[in-house]
């Protein structure tokens, strides 16, 4: 079973569900990729549900899972800290699946604070630092409704900070629903046949979306509405991709049939990708759009 969720403190963990509706402000970001890591362990259904999971949560018609038993945390931190919430897809999406299930709610701060504070609705705790990167409590604590009476009206006012890749659920969701569950879970599992994926990656997650689309020989245009949806690029950046594959020869398309309206087309897998495993298709697009001149 996963530990609760808490701030390893030196004299011994702190846990979050002490506190109602947790505030956490400045942290260092050592400190909040700590407090968000100790969050996902404890939720994996929420940020890491795996394909057969997602596939039974549509066909029973249910929204979001459950609700789970790791507590709400509203995080008030500087660019800084958390920008080091950013580490490439696979870690990002477990980010969001915290941020649109309501558990993380992150705001930027200003200003820097004198110490790390934690607040609930009615205790509290100040953080100063002590030997060996860990935390102590301060002369603060036991002053959390005088903290969040400081802190709750800068944090209602301040700039929301967005994590840019979507959630599993999310990408399984939207895909699904235009393209159908079969595309939306083998893109998860190409995506899941690099872990962590590189950021850097020449076969990055709108590339990955398009070999899946291209297998499947779905609508084009249904696949950039599905991604559009999910938040995993925008319409500009899908075609400048599907240029680049198109040019290399491993994605094409051809004339969709329709019974009404203007026919739109459908793409098909190029040569290079026709027959190769489905897990193995990145590694030949990587290889094809490295040796394309054009590219």
């Known amino acids: 079973m996963a530990r609760a969720p808490g701030i390893r403190l030196a004299t011994g963990p702190l846990r979050l569900d002490r506190f109602e509706d947790p505030l956490l402000v ?27 999971r997602l596939r039974s949560r549509a066909n029973a018609d249910e929204g979001a899972d459950g609700a789970t038993a790791v507590p709400d945390l509203s995080v008030f931190a500087d660019e800084v800290a958390l920008g080091s919430l950013r580490g490439g897809f696979h870690a990002e999406s477990r980010v969001s699946g915290l941020v649109e299930a309501g558990t993380l709610t992150l705001r930027r701060l200003p200003e820097p604070q004198p110490n790390v504070v934690l607040a609930g609705r009615a205790g509290g705790a100040v953080l ?14 036991g002053t959390g409704t005088t903290l969040r009476t400081s802190y709750d009206p800068l944090f209602a006012d301040a700039d929301p900070f967005r994590i840019r890749t979507p ?49 499947h020989g779905v609508v084009d245009y249904d696949l950039r509405r599905a991604c559009e949806d999910a938040g995993l690029a ?16 491993i994605v094409g398309t051809e004339r969709g049939e329709t019974t009404v309206g203007r026919p739109r087309k459908r793409l098909c897998a190029g040569d290079p990708i026709v027959d190769v495993p489905l897990a193995a298709t990145a590694d030949v697009a990587r290889d094809a759009l490295a040796a394309d001149p054009t590219d």
């Open 128 to 141: 100063v630092d002590a030997p060996e990167g860990r935390f102590r409590l301060g002369g603060g604590n």
């Open 234 to 249: 925008s319409r500009s950046s899908f075609t400048a991709v599907k240029r680049r594959l198109t040019g290399a020869g």
């Open 26 to 52: 400045d942290p260092a970001p050592s400190l909040l990729v700590e407090v968000v890591k100790a969050l996902c362990e404890a939720a994996p259904d929420l940020v890491d549900p795996d394909v057969e």
């Open 167 to 215: 959630s599993r659920r999310r990408l399984y969701d939207a895909v699904a629903s235009r393209c159908g569950p079969n595309v939306a879970a083998d893109l998860l599992r190409l995506l899941d046949a690099d872990r962590p994926l590189d950021p850097d990656d020449d076969a990055d997650p709108r590339v990955r979306a398009y070999l899946v689309g291209a297998r």
